[in-house]
């Protein structure tokens, strides 16, 4: 008699003799056939089988006069059922974070050493955040297959739960794996920015204030018509940048983002204008009268700032132009 007469490869089963001898017998002896070319003289043996097959068991009693045998035909099956294992285990959680609202994908690899799995996956309860594809699948001996966990970001948080792959042994064999989401804040400038510039020769120095939290950095470009101009990837903390070689009697247009971990950049940006430096088309005296005019190339002007020094006169605020009366030589 065979306690388990059928399982999985391996396959460990324990025999057991039922013979009734007589009470003077002394001469007694076994001979156990497991079918797979081993044999044992144990009363009640313990034997594995390490290949798939259906076995025919054989046992021979002896009583030091007779002998008695009994077979069984295909008692004992062995099956390659699926033994499948996971890039990731209960100990190696899959672990993602998302920056701010956006979805993220992860991979989970299945290794089958055992036999043909039919498998299906899933999580362990109902999760808005996390989808598991495909939902099933096939994997052949010494095979493997890929799922794809795909999370998308909700609200700010630490979000937890389990993906789950079953077999189709006959233990309805199945492996959890521990998933978590950090869903975190992109990093930002938050107002006030306190952007400014200063034009120099043929220099313009930008500075800024930092006032975001946790960036990697900072990305500075210069903007026109075409597009723009990555002038420098900044360290975090970095409050000050010189854009040298310019025409400053240009007008200039900057935008500065920041980044975190090169998953990409914040869709905040600040942009920085520095208006052309004014010409003056002429100057003009009618008597006591003096005319500024702007030139009219002078982009991004929006007037004059006309000032006297004799006399402590204010200063005279045009449009146009400016015109200073009472000027004597």
């Given at each position: 008699m065979a306690d388990d007469p059928e399982g999985g490869n391996p396959h460990t089963v324990h025999f057991t003799d039922l013979s009734i001898f007589k009470a003077d017998t002394t001469n007694r002896s076994w001979t156990w056939d497991f079918g797979d070319g081993y044999q044992s003289g144990v009363r009640n043996p313990t034997h594995t089988y390490t290949q798939e097959?259906?076995?025919?068991?054989?046992?021979?009693?002896?009583?030091?006069?007779?002998?008695?045998?009994?077979?069984?035909?295909?008692?004992?099956?062995?099956?390659?059922?699926?033994?499948?294992?996971?890039?990731?285990?209960?100990?190696?959680?899959?672990?993602?974070?998302?920056?701010?609202?956006?979805?993220?994908?992860?991979?989970?690899?299945?290794?089958?050493?055992?036999?043909?799995?039919?498998?299906?996956?899933?999580?362990?309860?109902?999760?808005?955040?996390?989808?598991?594809?495909?939902?099933?699948?096939?994997?052949?001996?010494?095979?493997?297959?890929?799922?794809?966990?795909?999370?998308?970001?909700?609200?700010?948080?630490?979000?937890?739960?389990?993906?789950?792959?079953?077999?189709?042994?006959?233990?309805?064999?199945?492996?959890?794996?521990?998933?978590?989401?950090?869903?975190v804040e992109f990093p930002y400038l938050p107002a006030p920015f306190r952007a400014g510039y200063n034009a120099n020769g043929s220099a313009i120095h930008l500075t800024w204030s930092d006032r975001s939290r946790i960036e990697d950095g900072y990305k500075l470009y210069r903007v026109n018509s075409s597009g723009r101009t990555l002038l420098w990837t900044a360290p975090p903390n970095a409050t000050a940048f010189t854009d040298a070689d310019v025409d400053t009697n240009q007008t200039w247009q900057y935008a500065i983002t920041t980044f975190l971990n090169s998953r990409g950049e914040s869709p905040v940006e600040i942009t920085i204008t520095v208006p052309a430096k004014p010409e003056l088309a002429s100057i003009t005296r009618n008597g006591d009268v003096v005319t500024l005019t702007p030139a009219s190339t002078s982009s991004g002007t929006s007037g004059l700032w006309a000032e006297r020094w004799q006399n402590d006169d204010p200063p005279v605020l045009g449009g146009n132009s400016v015109s200073i009366g009472n000027i004597r030589d």
């Open positions: 097959g259906d076995y025919t068991v054989g046992l021979t009693v002896g009583d030091g006069q007779n002998t008695y045998n009994l077979v069984k035909s295909n008692y004992v099956t062995v099956r390659n059922y699926p033994n499948f294992l996971l890039s990731r285990t209960a100990t190696d959680t899959v672990d993602m974070e998302i920056v701010g609202n956006d979805v993220q994908s992860d991979t989970l690899m299945i290794y089958n050493p055992g036999g043909l799995a039919d498998l299906s996956f899933g999580t362990t309860e109902s999760l808005n955040w996390l989808s598991v594809s495909p939902a099933s699948g096939t994997v052949a001996p010494n095979d493997s297959a890929m799922i794809i966990l795909q999370f998308t970001s909700t609200d700010l948080g630490v979000y937890t739960g389990s993906v789950i792959v079953y077999g189709n042994d006959e233990n309805n064999t199945s492996v959890e794996v521990p998933v978590t989401m950090h869903v």
